[in-house]
């Protein structure tokens, strides 16, 4: 067969069929973040506030998958001290689950006279963690004006990388932990958290501590586990979180992808934004950090702390939340550790003027704490192992598939015309009101005998060296629909961001994918659904429909989504896969390795926890399912 033609750029000249995806879920996210201002915009009064902030602690808490048992002694190993001028360093292990030892830097003041406050920082993605010079500067800070500090290694970073080393840390590793929790209907953000608030409870029982007087603050990723506390943590007295809090369509329309712990599933679509973070603390007094050039838009910083302080206001406490800006990139820079510090012996500590010196930091090894090998956090999560039954699973999965869909007012497939192929066609049609399918259609030489949809990890884009196989399905009678589902083929989302769109993350799809998990959706439920579509275009069409039995084959990524819609559509008389589709739970069953993890666009947010694909099977009966070779 001749090299088959596939589309030519924006669906054969006709649409800007690239950036379809993009528009589709700013429209969405957008739609929901206005109507999540619109109810904070009817607050009026202190008794609304107070219902409102009840809501946000309930949405954050969804999104988390829950939170884990806190208010527990924490058992805590004392592995050495280091004295310094005006303070000391403990080295800490804090076991915050059984098994689990979170390496702690506890930083004491040497002139307290009775309990004072404390604040527990969290570090943002690098290495070093704890060990960051400029985390610890403001550690430091805070014990030499009085104030007790505790800043402790996130899970991927400082004395917590996993197998994969420094090369896989941070970001990357907490993206595969990210995969592994989406798959169990958690965001990996609940780990984090939980550490967070076992460190508080650490704190709340030093003799050193008043456990009224309770702060936190960190930057970037602890920015957010910040942001993530002041909204479910009620023991916060006040709370400094930098270079994060921007607003969601700032960042949204800025283009950067979200680490993992940074996606909250289902909060988008509930109407969550970063105000609401800053409304959950009211009244207690909040210092947001801002640097000016940052990829956390100051834009949205300066709209979220304008609309928050009209809530401060309706609570009398205005004066309780203030900006620090820094014209500087994305850091804690050390002038807002001057404004933190500052902000902290106001509302925390006992009034002095602050000493503002440079501290001097410590190296790695001067704060190691050493913990012992422990079970990796991917290798925490549990899911229901037991068979389903079908029908619930069914029910389940046809839910999720068909969520938040808008049809078009009218089915309208249109069939652009191919050059001197009478053989080839084009077909393309909505979807959703906004997003287009397309397919390549092949005709058999002889009267057709049959209909096959082919799926294919990037559709249309596969047709060069997919071409002896459609020859071979043609010769045999079957005309061939090679699909474009959203995101794939000619419908690849254009790059947003400096990051490859490739199987790695953070590109234009692993964008559009997070994106759609803050809907109450997945990229994966959206291509289920466009199968079924699909099904609907050849029983739309007098020809297709009348060709023969429609059967549907899926190779590679796409035999899982495939699989799910077959199970769902018995107008499939049978439903090939090139090789078995990919389970979930034989992921989190298996070891962890460093990512990305295998098919990582293809979850469903609770699947592993509800079924195994197997359990779907009965769903075929009657039908021929054929799996691998």
Known sequence: MNPIPGFRPYLDGAFDAPLDLQQHVYRRALASIDRGRAVNDALTDPAAVTLRRQQIRATVTAALG?????????????????????????????????????????????DLTGPTGAVLFVCGHGELAKAYPPYQAVCARLARNGIVALIIDPVGQGERIGPGGPATAGIFEHTDLGVRSWWTGHSVGRYFVHDAQRAIDYLCRRPEVDPARIGMTGNSGGGTLTALLMAVEPRLAAAAPGTYLTSRDAFLRGGAPHDAEQVLPSAGHAGLDHEDFLIAMAPRPVLVLAAEYDFFPLEGTLDTVRRAERIYGLLDAADRLALARVPCTHQYHPDLAKAATAFFVRELGDGRVPDDTDPVPLTAADLACEPPPQPHLAQSHEFHLEPTDPAAALEWLRGKAYAHRELPEEFFPRWPSVDNRPDVRHALWRSEADLWNAAVVVHPESPPSGVTLALFPDGTG????????IAAQAAAGQVVLVLDVRGTGTLRPRPSSNWPDEDGYFGASYRMFTELLWLDDSLAAGRIFDVLRAVDFVQSDPWLRQAGPLRLYAAGDATFYGYLAGALDSRLSGVELAEAPFEPRDLLAAPYTPGPVPQWRNVLPGLAARFALADLRPCFAGRDLRIGS
């Open 66 to 110: 829950g939170l884990l048992p806190t208010g527990d002694d924490v058992p805590a190993q004392l592995v050495g001290v280091a004295e310094l001028a005006g303070y000391q360093v403990h080295r800490l292990l804090l076991e915050t689950r059984p098994g689990t030892l979170l390496p702690a830097n506890l930083y004491l003041p040497d």
């Open 462 to 469: 596969e047709l060069a060296e997919r071409t002896d196989w």
